[in-house]
Structures are given as C-alpha cells and as structure tokens.
C-alpha cells in the first residue's frame, strides 16, 4: 500500500470539509478521485501534502505517518503535486521552473553550491538534461524558454506536472489536471497522462471533469466530504448515489 | 533578417566575455579615483558610498527572498555598536571587532528569523519594524555604554597611525568588493534560485521539497551578516556612533537605493548607492533639499523605468529598435 488515509477528518471553525475519509493507493495504480464541486477534493489533497493540518485522523505514505508533516517533507518523502489554481514560478523560464524543482533528487550540500565545485556542476549538468527529458514527457520543450506567466493555461497546467515529476515522485498528485482546458488541450493532457501510465508512475487524480475516468484504474467518489462510492470506473458511473451527487435526486429518479 | 540573427548571436557570446571586462573596468577607475580627486570630503563621500554599497547590496538579498524586512539598518546598527563597544571599552583589535559585529547580526537574525518566518508579507515587514525599534530601545537603554542619545564618540579606527583617508578608501574598497562577490554568488546559484521561487510561490516550492523556512532564516543571516559587516566599518570608520543611523528612517534611506538602481538586477544598489550618494554632492548649496530631490528621482524613476536605472540601457535599446522599426515602415510605404 503506498498511500493509506485513514478517518481523515477536517474541520474550517464549524464547517467540515472533509468527514472521516478513507482512501488507499496501491502502487502503479491509477485512482481518480471525484466529486461535484466543493465537495473536498482538493482539501483531501491539501491534508495529505500537509498544506493543512487535519483536525483528525492518519495519513500513511509509504509506510510512514505523515499526517503532520509540512509539505516539504511530503515532497521529500516522494509525493509530488500539482496545484488547482496552478501557481507557478511566474518570472522564471519554462525550464527554470523545472530546473528549479529539481530540489531534492539530486541534492546539492549548501557547501557544494556555494563553492561551485564538481559536484555541484556534474549534478546542474545532470538537472539540464534531465529537465529537458520532462519538459518532452509533458510536450512542452520548443517553449523552455518562455516565461512562465506568457503560456496558454494549458501549457502551464502541464509545466505543473512537469514541475512535480522533477521532484521524482512516487506518488504523483494531480489536481484538477483537465481544469479550464479546452478540447484539444483536454486530449493533449489525457495523452501525457497516458504516457506517464505506461512508464509505470503512481497517480492519484482529483477532478470534476468525467472524461477522466477511463484512464483510471479505480475511482473514488466523494461528496460533501465523504465518501459515497468506491470501484471500478465503470460501476462507479452507473452508481445511483454518483448520478444524485452530480445531476440532482431528481434526475436520477 | 538572417544577417540580424547572426549579429545577434555573437553579440550575446560577446556579452559573456563582456560583463567581466566591465567589472573590471569599474574597479580599476573606481580605485584610481584618488589620483584625481583631491579634495578629502570627496574622498569620504566614496567611503561613505562603498559601506552603503554592501548594506543595500545584502538588503537585496533579503529581498529576493520575498521579504520585505524593515529592520535593516537595526542590523547595521547592531554591528556597528558592538564593533565600536568592543574596541572603545574591551580594546578589542578594531579588525576582529569587524568580524565581531557581523557576526553578532548575523546570530541574532538568526534567532529571530525562525519566528519571523512564521508570517509572510505586511505581517512579516510590520514584525520586521518593531524589532528595529527594539534594536534602538536597546540602546538607549544601555546608555551608560552606547552614549544613548547623544550618541557614542571616540570609537578608535582601524588605522590608529594616519589621519589620511587613502588607506581606509582602499581597505573599505577591497572589503566591498569582496562582500558583492560573495553575495553575487549566492544570488547566482541554486540557493539564489531556490529563494528566487519561494519569492514567487511558496506553496510551489514548497510542493518540490525547498523549506521554506530554513532559506527564507538563510537569506535574513546572510544578508544581516554583511549589514552588521558594514556597520561595523561605518564605526571604524567615521569614529562616533549616532542612533539615527540605523533607525527606520535609514532602513528607508536603503531601499531608496534599491529601488531606485533596480531591485530586479544585482548591479541595482551599487549603482542606485552610487548616484543618490554623489548626486546631492555636486548640488551642495542645496542640501537641504536632499530628500525633495530625492524623492522626485525615486517617483521618476518608478514611474519612467519601473526596472530601476539599471534599466536604462535596455530601456533605450528597446526604445531605438522601436523608433527604427517605425522608420523602416515609413520608408517601405513610399
């Protein structure tokens, strides 16, 4: 089991967002995650990545309780993540938002860094060519130059992934990859996502959009911060509860 | 078309070699300044601008880090008067009293950077503030040893035997130098480019595994260290200790220099430093017009070259271009 929430619980003042969750990720799995909007996906997201801390309950990683880490050693321990609203190194170039991601594998000593030594240069030499390899994986390498904030939304959705594949994640963290994109973008990213499938990673998706679920491998459904349903894609799109969820009690009748 | 793509390329490998020739330039002219200006009280005001150099030069590095620390010249002040104590009270060597002072800066803003670096923006900047009056707090009321208000004299100099300016010019110039590389390369390495992105977003960065806190507390000791280092030459230099050198006023002074050279660009303060220090000079009979002056320079420049004087150059490349591009036009329709 590489990701195992437990009674994952989180309290805003008097509003639960998300109510005794649970959730696993079994390794070279693809879990989608879905709900309507507002339904605490994203939260989940945040309580596993330590943006937040939770007011309850456990978050196992790879054997390890992170359930109150700060997220930097969830990105050390080897989850990597995108973010819904897509911030990003805006001023930096396409490739020094991944160069610059390239924080942990290889780590530089502050030592080395500063002293420029051999090191230092073999591993900067080994970050450029690796962060020219992704910037290909996500199709975004005749932009490397480009500033970040210049690029269509899509493009910047994918420097995102990109981003999180330079920290070598064992577990990769989409959040709303398919977000704001139009059609052909949309078909664009299903298609990297596809490709990293077949290299073999790990990847939890949160979305609203259904298009999603055929790429995954189990989904999630979750509303008003719990979980209503759990299986395959298929199951889980005739499942009377989801069509309430999304369309309305009315609708599914 | 294609003539313009090559001339283009081998100016940018020129500009490589370049960069370093200009340095170097700088350094030589700015050493055989005092072949050529005579008078003393030019010769300070040089001194005065090298120390300032290396306060809004480490300023700028605590900046980049997407700080806005109101307490810089609190730093220096913390430099400067342990320096000065050292030496007057202890007769602690003035050289070691140097280091001394940078180094308590940089302990203490230590300490304080951890808690610090719970808040971010306004909050931090207002935090900031408050510990620079503390700073000042302190020493008044150790009165007894820091002169209080009246401010603390006799502060011995580095060189005791001449009363010439020339080695201090030359000593303070070589500490300058050496204080701008080191910052130079903490800017353009990893740790520059790690404080360069949490300034843009620190939930980014901290989503590929940079704490944020640990190079945020990195940046504030680094550039402490260099503010206590130059207040400390400050006392050495000009013997007395007044508090209104490092009170909010001249933290403000600081990043005037900042802002108006270019916060974006390393050469930034050394040339914003430069020309708000020499500038009020060659207007002497007005002096005390100095902060109107001043002010209109600052509004000028934000408003005119929002990337500050270090700018200019790109600014009228950009501008020439323009002008050139339109004239070819007109030149096509006939």
Redesign the interface.
């Known amino acids: 089991m590489l990701l195992e929430v437990k009674g994952l619980t989180k309290q805003f003042g008097g509003l639960t967002a998300v109510n005794s969750f649970d959730m696993y990720v079994k390794p070279l799995e693809i879990v989608g995650l879905i709900g309507p909007n507002g339904a605490g996906k994203s939260t989940v997201f945040n309580l596993v ?1 330590g ?1 937040y801390p939770s007011t309850r309950g456990t978050v196992i990683f790879d054997g390890k309780d992170i359930s109150h880490t ?3 050693i969830a ?2 321990l080897g989850i ?2 995108t ?1 819904q609203l897509n ?6 170039t396409v490739q ?1 938002n991944v ?3 390239f ?2 594998h290889p780590r ?1 000593r ?1 030592w080395d ?2 002293f ?1 030594t051999p090191i ?1 240069r073999k591993n ?1 030499a080994y970050i450029k060519e690796q962060s020219l390899e992704i910037l290909k994986v996500v199709g975004l390498e005749k932009v490397k130059d480009e500033l970040a904030k210049n690029l269509p939304h899509g493009y910047q959705k994918m420097l995102g992934v990109a ?2 594949l ?2 070598r994640p064992k577990l990769l963290m989409l959040d709303e990859p398919l977000g704001g994109m139009n059609p052909s973008e949309i078909e664009f990213s299903l298609n990297a996502i596809r490709k990293m499938r077949q290299e073999g990673k790990t990847i939890l998706i949160v979305e609203h959009n259904m298009q999603i679920l055929d790429l995954c491998d189990r989904v999630v459904v979750i509303s008003f911060g719990q979980k209503i349903c759990e299986g395959l894609p298929k199951e889980v799109r005739e499942n009377k509860d989801v069509i309430s969820a999304y369309f309305g009690g009315e609708h599914a009748a | 078309m294609i003539e313009n793509q090559i001339t283009a390329s081998s100016s940018g490998r020129n500009r490589n070699l370049l960069k370093p020739v200009v340095y170097l330039g700088v350094i030589i002219i700015v050493a055989l300044l005092p072949l050529f200006v005579k008078s003393p009280y030019m010769i300070h005001i040089f001194i005065m601008t090298l120390i300032y150099i290396i306060a809004a030069a480490s300023l700028r590095t605590i900046t980049i880090s997407g700080q806005m620390p109101l307490a810089h010249a609190a730093f220096m002040g913390i430099g400067g008067y342990t320096a000065a104590m050292l030496a007057k009270w202890l007769g602690v060597s003035p050289w070691l009293c140097l280091i001394a002072g940078a180094l308590l800066a940089m302990i203490i803003s230590g300490f304080i950077g951890f808690p610090f670096a719970r808040l971010r923006t306004i909050y931090y900047t207002m935090v900031s503030l408050f510990f620079g009056t503390a700073v000042l707090s302190v020493i008044f009321t150790m009165g007894k040893w820091t002169g209080s208000y009246s401010g603390l004299t006799g502060v011995p100099g580095l060189f005791s035997m001449s009363s010439s300016k020339i080695p201090y010019f030359y000593v303070i110039l070589g500490i300058c130098i050496v204080c701008l590389f080191a910052l130079w ?2 800017e353009n ?3 520059g ?2 404080w ?2 949490i300034s ?2 620190y ?10 806190v640990w190079y945020r507390v990195m940046a504030l000791v680094v550039g402490s260290f260099f503010a206590g280092l130059a207040g400390a030459l400050y006392a050495h230099y000009n013997f007395t200790l007044s508090y209104t050198t490092f009170n909010l006023g001249a933290t403000l002074w600081l990043f005037m220099y900042v802002l108006v050279g270019g916060l974006n660009s390393f050469a930034g303060p050394i040339l914003g430093t430069a020309i708000l220090f020499i500038i009020p000079e060659m207007f002497r009979d007005l002096k005390s017009y100095v902060p109107f002056v001043s002010a209109v320079i600052l509004l000028g420049v934000v408003y005119a070259m929002p990337q500050g004087l270090v700018g200019l150059p790109q600014l009228i490349r950009s501008w020439y271009k323009h002008k050139e591009r339109t004239g070819k036009g007109a030149v096509d329709a006939t």
């Open positions: 990545t943006v700060k997220p930097h990105a050390s990597g993540r973010f911030p990003l190194f805006a001023d930096f020094e160069s610059a991601s924080h942990l530089s502050l860094i500063y420029n230092y900067e981003r999180a330079a920290t | 390369r903490f390495c990893r740790i480019l790690s360069k992105a843009q977003s939930m980014v960065a901290s989503s590929v595994g940079i704490n944020e």
